[in-house]
C-alpha cells in the first residue's frame, strides 16, 4: 500500500444509492485509484479515493458536487500519514500489532467516518504514536474510532491533536495512563 497517494480523500453519505452515484462521478471526472466505495452501518455510503493531490481534489470537487443533500461529511488530506493506509482498507484485528511502546493507550471516538481519519491523521503527526486499529462505521452504527499506543507525554500530545482535527465530531477521547497486561494487543475484541 505504499503506492497510494499521497493524497486521501473520503465522502460519507447518508445514501447508498447515492453513493454509487457519487463514486462514479468521481472516477470520471479523475484518474484516481478507488480505495472503497461501500455501505456500512446506519446506512451510510463511504467512498475512499486515493492518488495525487491534484486529481484527488478534483475527484472530490465531483463527488461533492454529485452528493447533493445526501453529504455527512468529507475528507481531503493532501498528504496522509503514511502508517493510516494500512488501517483503511480492512479492520486490523490487534492480534496483528507488531512493535512500538504501548506505555498508555487513547481510544478516539467520533460520529463519522472522516473525523476519525481526520483525528488519527493529525494524532499521528503530532507525536510519536502507534496506530493500532480503526473501525469505520461497519458494525458500529455508522461511527468511527481508532486506538493508539505510546509513552504517556506522547499519547496526550497525540490525543490533544486529535480532540482538535475532530471537533464537534468527536464523541469520547479516554486515555489510559497505564493498561493492564491483558489488554495489551486486545484493546478492541472482535
Known amino acids: 500500500m505504499a503506492d497510494r497517494g499521497p493524497a486521501l480523500g473520503i465522502l ?8 454509487v452515484v457519487v463514486a462514479d ?16 452501518s ?27 443533500g445526501a453529504a455527512v461529511d468529507d475528507l481531503f488530506i493532501p498528504l496522509l500519514f503514511e502508517p ?3 488501517l483503511l482498507a480492512e479492520p486490523v484485528h490487534p492480534a496483528a500489532w507488531t512493535g512500538g511502546p504501548v506505555g498508555a ?8 467516518v472522516c473525523a476519525a481519519v481526520a483525528a488519527a491523521d493529525a494524532a499521528g503527526k ?46 469520547l477521547l479516554e486515555v489510559i495512563a497505564r493498561p493492564a497486561p491483558e489488554l495489551v494487543g486486545r484493546l478492541v475484541f472482535g
Open 12 to 19: 460519507e453519505l447518508s445514501l447508498i444509492a447515492r453513493g
Open 25 to 40: 462521478a468521481m472516477m470520471k471526472r479523475a484518474e484516481v485509484e478507488l480505495v472503497a466505495s461501500r455501505p456500512v
Open 42 to 68: 446506519g446506512g451510510k455510503h463511504l467512498v475512499l479515493i486515493a492518488g495525487q493531490v491534484d486529481v484527488v481534489g478534483e475527484a472530490m470537487d465531483a463527488g461533492r458536487a454529485a452528493a447533493t
Open 84 to 86: 493510516l493506509w494500512q
Open 105 to 112: 493507550v487513547a481510544i478516539v471516538e467520533t460520529q463519522t
Open 126 to 171: 503530532a507525536a510519536l504514536v502507534a496506530l493500532r486499529d480503526m473501525r469505520l462505521a461497519t458494525g458500529i452504527s455508522g461511527k468511527a474510532f481508532f486506538t493508539m499506543t505510546g509513552d504517556l507525554p506522547d499519547i496526550e500530545a497525540a490525543a490533544a491533536a486529535a480532540r482538535d482535527a475532530a471537533s464537534s465530531r468527536l464523541l
